[in-house]
């Protein structure tokens, strides 16, 4: 979680923060105000699965994610080296 204050969320480092800018909440479509919690999620979109980064307003909008896809992270992640990623399946 990142608190907006001091936190310039139209100028971003895409290397940081997966984007130029936030404005607006992924899940809830409000504007970034109070505070951002960022969590990665896997979505099936037509034949690929994607990696998608959400912008939250709280954890329990991060809660109300739908569920990730099947064979990949089995919930919202903040991602980095430590996270444990489920065992490779065979189609």
Do not use: K
């Not at 204050?5 to 290397?15: K, M, Q, S, Y």
């Amino acid at each position: 979680m990142t608190p907006a204050g001091g936190t310039g969320f139209g100028a971003l480092d895409p290397a940081v923060w997966g984007t130029e800018a936030v404005r607006t909440r992924s899940v809830c479509d409000g504007p970034v105000d109070r505070e951002l919690h960022q969590a990665w999620i896997s979505r099936r979109l037509g034949t690929d699965t994607l990696a998608l980064l959400v912008n939250a307003c709280s954890a329990t909008c991060v809660a109300a994610l739908p569920p990730p896809h099947p064979r990949y992270h089995p919930a919202p992640h903040t991602g980095g080296p430590g996270l444990e990623q489920p065992p490779p399946s065979r189609y």
